[in-house]
């Protein structure tokens, strides 16, 4: 895979997997083009092969203590490869690089391959919204992540000892 940060010329093909991912609820164009260009966020592209595999972005202003993933796809054809988890870790490490303590997402009951995926990284309900997602009328699962505990837990190991010894 190969994460860059995304740019006004990936539009067209992040739309196109926009409406492919979310047929009932797909942004519009004019919301994706405000979204990759705003200062409070941070959009990444997969792209293999020159060809986009991925997409997800984060709003996280500089400074504030929260953030929320946007929204993260994968192409169909490249599910189920560690995409997913890999564009999430960018998009929480840039949240992170912003001063971001916690993280906050909605996603679709009826999704539990994304939901499992928020929980693998320590994502937890704390609410539900519901009849959140129309036309389909499903409810929305809000999540929170302790992004402080995500980011020490990826540390390697011995990075985190050597702390450890030099406070002591
Ligand atoms: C949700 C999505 C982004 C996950 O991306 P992905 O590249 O397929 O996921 P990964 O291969 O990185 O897998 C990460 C985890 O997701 C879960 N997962 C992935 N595929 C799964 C499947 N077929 N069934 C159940 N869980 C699955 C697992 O928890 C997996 O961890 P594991 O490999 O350790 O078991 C992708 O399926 C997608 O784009 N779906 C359509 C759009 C969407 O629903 N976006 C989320 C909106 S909130």
Not at 25 to 49: F, I, K
Not at 83 to 101: F, I, K, Q, S, T
Not at 123 to 138: K, L, N, S, W
């Amino acid at each position: 895979m190969n994460l860059r940060t995304a740019t006004a010329d990936d539009l067209g093909a992040i739309m196109a997997l926009e409406r492919a991912s979310f047929p009932t609820d797909a942004w519009s164009e004019t919301l994706m083009a405000a979204e990759l260009s705003s200062p409070h966020g941070r959009y990444v592209v997969d792209v293999e092969a020159g060809r986009l595999a991925g997409y997800g972005g984060v709003r996280a202003v500089q400074g504030a203590a929260d953030a929320d993933i946007q929204t993260i796809a994968i192409a169909e054809h490249a599910r189920g490869t560690g995409r997913g988890r890999a564009l999430l870790h960018a998009l929480l490490a840039a949240a992170r690089e912003r001063g971001a303590r916690e993280v906050f997402l909605e996603v679709r009951a009826d999704n539990p391959v994304a939901e499992s995926l928020y929980v693998s990284e320590g994502f937890t309900e704390i609410a539900r919204r519901p009849r959140y997602y129309q036309p389909d009328d499903v409810d929305a699962v809000v999540m929170r992540l302790d992004l402080v505990g995500w980011a020490v837990a990826q540390r390697p190991a011995d990075s985190v000892a050597s702390e450890a010894g030099a406070c002591s």
